[in-house]
């Protein structure tokens, strides 16, 4: 389709110098190119195919424990099979139950959405869109990847311990999480969830970092921020809101280390458990602690983090959608300071997950206003995406049609948070169903949709020119995009009706008890809609080893850098000299050129005939 | 490097910058945790020990000692080099041993971990700041080691040409002179929030 | 064995299921790329009408289908639930229009530009003046939800006015249930502290036996009593982990903090009678349960709340038994009774 040669404006300065890094020649054998390489496109790689993963795991739990809401008089003997005896008779156990909901959680946020995504699309697109022959310091970027893997074989191993994983939620709240002698979870599993959590934040700091000093170093001539992709500026923010905010986690882990194991008092005071007052080892009473200061140390990450998972989707949709619609992102500035305007404010909204914490009213009032202020910012995104479509030329690509249903999500799941964040409807709201849909559909599909556009769009760019299959796409879009309304809509109803989440079971109340037939159309989409993931993960590592080789350097009609690579990059990326920027990389359908590469330049633009079509649009 | 027309400052030096102004955000993290819990009552005070004001001027001391050992590799001047590279890091090693001592002196006047947050915070927070001190000096004794290997003439003489010899010695340095000024920061909050 | 049916029978579909696309694959390279793209882009195009259609007809049946379970559109059972419903309308009210407006856009311009050979897109990357108009609109809609958001907040969780009477009682959560301590004919709770604890010798909640207001204090053994229309303080804690004392019906949510004492104050303006008349249900209950994560019993920690006329509260109230009395019967088998302790206890 792409009517123009790209190489007709890359700019390659024909000069044979020797200073870039020549990694060709190095001798490679399968362990430094695969398993300890430096190469930012194999690192993404391994993020992606463990992201996937644990993708897997956490979304089989949340079938395992969907089983039980749908079905809780029912007994599956599956479970006993699986589980052996957390699931006896083929009943869940009340508290592996809450081991899953926990681990669900966690895998998902952290592994899948956080790891999975920005790991992978940051790691690949920053250097080959930037234009860059790979990050700052290769070496921190393969130990990001390997303290994440760290961080996943401790929690694996959390899930096969005799005590169960921690159950605790993800939150990990205190004193539930600091008293082995209060839930089976807050044994060995709270220990292994807080090394592994720990490793995480490590993996997070040294690839943040990486990623921040390499976009505003790194970038190709001509390439000025203003002419960065959005996904880069995603990416950025991303980085920035990690670096930040991951430390903080850090050290309310620490304290509750310390609280755990060394007798200290943080988070405990006057605790009565068990039939007798606790004590540590030398007999003193723990006094003096606050359990709330652990939700603010908490929180401090727990909001940004949400952000953390959502901008690198925002970035993804933002560059597929104009790439699709072949016009340019509508208010380019606008969606950069407002992504900017989304990280400031993020940093100061963690409190409105605390309002019925007993915390001081006043504060509740101060944090309502900001996290109101950050609906402003997020509609002006979606309406600009809204007219990006408008009079645009839209290709369905699966990777746009992924765009749109990220879009759709994004309003729904929005549009509750708006209620939540009023804290005198979030009496009635905290901790019921409601937030779970409305957190689930803004954040965690929302992200997810994110994270298949980027997947199906960069394919071809992170496996060797392959493509995966599109009619398989499809299907996969139209059963995930319904099946994800229809798991998650409904939770709206149960929340009006003041259904408590984290239940595993509602027959105990008289008004949680009257949906047993909504619980089980929830349990049954959910079903589905895993299955349907099938349809994705088949075509992954099909593709990969036999998926339709890619005949064009560019398929989709890009502008942006990474397509001017070789179909198969080596590690440096480009042939020869990187190529140089003239422009920004939105110029679709500009003076009768449907695309105009960002290494275009005027002069060139010369040289190319306009294509002959009446912009009627 | 030459390719990248828009760096302004190494990248690994801005990788550290931010890395430091992350291990920036732990700390104000612990430190208003300690402010925060200090302000909800039920707080033992007590004095900090005398030892934290000699830690304090030891490891002002030891960044002197880098400063010089700086100046004089650019100089040329390697014994100088050396020796100020080993004066910081016997200075690191003394003030750890001051540190311990600090806590044992905390001990002596009844603020121990397990006791009310106060002391445990002291405790933590200090602790947490020597590992990162001790991070540094692991760092200085590799920079150290490396100042000890006899070089090729050639390649020598080809480094002086390298704007990027130094980087190394400089990431240390600026490391080091963080966890210091961090020290500084945490003693002065511990000074006037104590007593 | 039927699980393991169920998984291989859909293992087949999805293998049948990616054979065929596969081969869509190859067909369509025969039929001519361009041509099956083109169909393509209609079907998608034509699928995203149909879901905006459907699925908002869906949406809203759905919501009318269950709009009976929604508690904010029942009549309010206390007092500040009529604020927070009229806000609860308020935001409604901003929301669903732009749900509804910004789906129709994004769906029908989807459908309307789809891909079309013969044109090229409107090259238009920026307007200031529409960013800043739907930056502006939204603005003002949150500093009125905002403003009115706090005002409604900073009152339910202000202090009770001064001219009301409050009835003052306390909600001590533990794994797994809550334990509601009432003050007596004193109004006054006695004090109470861990350390005191004793459940071998009759303290189970550790209360202060050198605190007189503590001799009339009793715990509800069932079901537990509360007038109508009388303010209620609910003092709120925890002996071990998080909990949250939570009343559905009341837009009452409150966590119980091991160590911090936490309050909410709310008036019940519907007794239970009244309720069941409302929603034609004769056995419908108030409840109370757990909203914060406890442990593996936090989905069962329920207790039955009724509210009452006050004659009939104070009916109930003369028929419960404070814990010093009943360990004074049974320490008096005993010990000797102190003195004074039965001069107070005379007095009431
Ligand atoms: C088919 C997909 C999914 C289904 C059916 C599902 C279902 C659920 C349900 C029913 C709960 C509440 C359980 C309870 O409170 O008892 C839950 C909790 C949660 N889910 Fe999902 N979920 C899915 C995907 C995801 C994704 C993609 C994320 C990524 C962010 C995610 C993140 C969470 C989190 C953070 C919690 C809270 C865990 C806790 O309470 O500690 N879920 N999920
Ligand atoms: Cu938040
Ligand atoms: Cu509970």
Redesign the interface.
Known sequence: MASTDINVGTHTHDDH?H??HDDHHEELNFFTKYVFSQDHKIIARQFLVTGVLWAVIGVAFSVLFRLQLGWPDES???LETLLGGWAEGGKLD??FY?ALVTMHGTIMVFFVLTAGLSGTFSNLLIPLQIG??DM??PF?NMLSYWFFFIAGVIMLISLFIQTGPA???WTA????SA?PT???GSGLGMTLWLASMSMFVVSS?LG???Y???I????????TMMRLPLTIWAFFFTAVLG??????L???C??LI?DRH?????Y??????Q?E?LT?S?G??I???????YQ??FW?LGHPEVYIVILPAMGIVSHVMATN??????????MVYSIMAITVLGFLVWAHHMF???MN??A??VF??FT??I??PS??K??????T????????TPAM?FS?GF??LF??GG??G??LG????D??Y???YYVIAHFHIVMAMAAGFGMFAGIYHWFPKLFNGRMM????A??HF?VT??GS?CIF??M??LG???V?R?????S?????N??AD?NIFISVAAIVVF?AQ??FI??FF?SIFAG?KMEKLNPWGSNSLEWTTPIVPGHGNWVG??PEVFRWP?D?????H?ITPQTTSEKDLEDIPA?K????? | MAEYYYSKIHPKKFALWLGLGSIIMMFAGLTSAYIVRQAAGDWVFYKIPEVFTYSTIVIVLSSLMMILSIRAAKQGNKSLHRLGLLGTILFGFVFTLLQFRGWDQLTEIGVRLTGNPSGSFLYLISGIHLAHLLGGILVLLIVFIKSLIKKDPVKEILETSNPDRFLGLELASTYWHFVGVLWIYLFCFFYYNTI | MYSLIGILAVALLILILFQLAKAGEYLGLLKGEKEANDRNNQVQATLFLGTLVFGMIGIFWSAWYYSDAFLFLRTPASEHGGAVKNMYFWTLGAILPIFVLTHALLFGFAYIYKKDDSKLSFYYPENNKLELIWMAVPAVVMVFLVLEGMRNWLKIMGPVPEDRTVLVIEATAQQFKWDLRFSGLDGKLGGKSVQLMDPENGNPWGQDWDDKANYDDFFAKDSIVLPVNVPVLVKINSLDVLHSFYLPDFQVKMDAVPGIPTQFWFTPIKTTEQRRVELNQPDYNYELACAELCGKAHFNMRRELFIVEQDQYEDWVKRQEPLYKTLKASASLEEEVEESDETIAAEY
């Not at chain 1, 060394?262 to 943080?266: A, L």
């Not at chain 1, 299959?469 to 398989?472: E, I, K």
């Not at chain 1, 984290?502 to 509602?506: C, E, G, H, T, V």
């Not at chain 1, 679709?588 to 009768?592: A, L, Q, R, V």
């Open positions: 110098h200073d870039h599956f003997p599956i009340p508290e809450y860059a022959r700052a310091s921190m159950s605790g939620g709240y205190p004193p539930l008293l209060a839930s089976s700091l943040g970092l990486n921040v000093a390499t505003l170093n790194m970038r190709t001539k001509g390439m670096v930040l905010s991951f430390p903080v850090l050290s309310a620490i304290l310390f060394m007798g200290t008092s943080f405990l005071s006057d605790i009565w458990i039939g007052l540590n030398a003193e009473i006094e003096g602690g606050s359990p709330i200061l603010h140390l401090f619609a072949k016009k340019p992102v509508f208010g380019y500035h606008a019925l914490s007993g009213p006043f509740g009032s309502t206003l109101l202020l609906a402003v509609a002006v979606v309406f600009n995406w809204i007219t479509l408008w009079k645009g030329n839209i290709n369905f049609m749109i879009v759709s309003i729904s549009l509750t708006i209620v009023n804290p005198a409807l009496i009635g905290h901790d019921t299959n599109a009619n398989m499809y299907l139209w995009f319904i309304y809509w409904p709206h109803y009006e009706a003041g408590p984290r239940y595993f079971s509602f105990e109340f008289d008004f949680a009257g949906f909504l299955f099938f349809l088949i075509n099909y339709k000299k990187i939105y679709f359908s500009k003076d009768g449907e294509v079509r009446i912009p009627t649009r």
